[in-house]
């Protein structure tokens, strides 16, 4: 039985992989990032270094953070590439969010806790169908990247990343909501280093100081 498990396990991780080289051409256009600067101006407005500290999408694959460009979100209930990445990663559940201040109930609070850092114990799957925002995430010095999506942009952030969501200066944002089974859409606010989904995340993916850091302070 264990044997079964481990070889469903390693099957499971190899039709993620595969998935990942799929579906990106064209996408730069809909997905960018760079290195914040330290301000507290507005938090919806692109912060940029000076002079400009762009990142790679390979960069962000390093971190655990993955993304697709889709060309369909007009049509997505009929989307043959997005049905692909769902049945290759378990994406079981979907529902549609609309962030703006006329369509999210408790509008300020709710993207004031947006933007809070925390993590989560599952994956964050985002599909962009319409509208931007800024996903900004953690690198292995603990530096924050900001991450602009646009519509047909898709990222997933890997369990344990700490990380936080804006919107942009458009103020609008509709995206698709993915997950693996029954939806969990609990926050860990930083710090939750001894949280497992977080030692996993930084033995996957972290900076190996930073990792052994972690431990010793539980």
Not at 142 to 165: E, T
């Amino acid at each position: 039985m264990l044997k079964l498990w481990i070889f469903c396990r390693e099957r499971e991780r190899e039709g993620k992989a595969v998935m990942e080289s799929e579906f990106q051409d064209g996408k730069e256009e809909v997905l960018q990032a760079w290195y914040m600067d330290d301000s507290e101006e507005d938090q919806r407005l692109p912060h940029h270094r000076e002079p400009k500290e762009l990142v790679s999408l390979d960069k962000l694959r390093e971190l655990g953070v993955v993304s697709w460009r889709l060309n369909n979100p007009d049509n997505y209930e009929v989307d043959e590439d997005l049905k692909k990445i769902r049945e290759a990663r378990g994406y079981s559940y979907t529902d549609i969010c609309e962030v703006c201040p006329e369509k999210l109930p408790n509008y300020d609070a709710k993207i004031k806790s947006f933007f809070e850092e925390h993590l989560h114990t599952d994956e964050e799957i985002r599909y962009c169908l319409e509208g931007s925002g800024y996903f900004d995430v953690r690198d292995q010095n603990d530096q924050w990247i900001r991450v602009a999506v646009k519509k047909g942009g898709m990222i997933v952030l890997p369990a344990g990343i700490y990380h936080r969501f804006t919107l942009d200066s458009n103020n609008y944002i509709k995206a698709m909501r993915l997950f693996v089974g029954e939806p969990v859409w609990t926050p860990y606010n930083r710090p939750h280093d001894h949280l497992p989904a977080r030692q996993e995340y930084l033995d996957a993916f972290g900076n190996k100081e930073v990792a052994s850091h972690a431990v010793k302070a539980n």
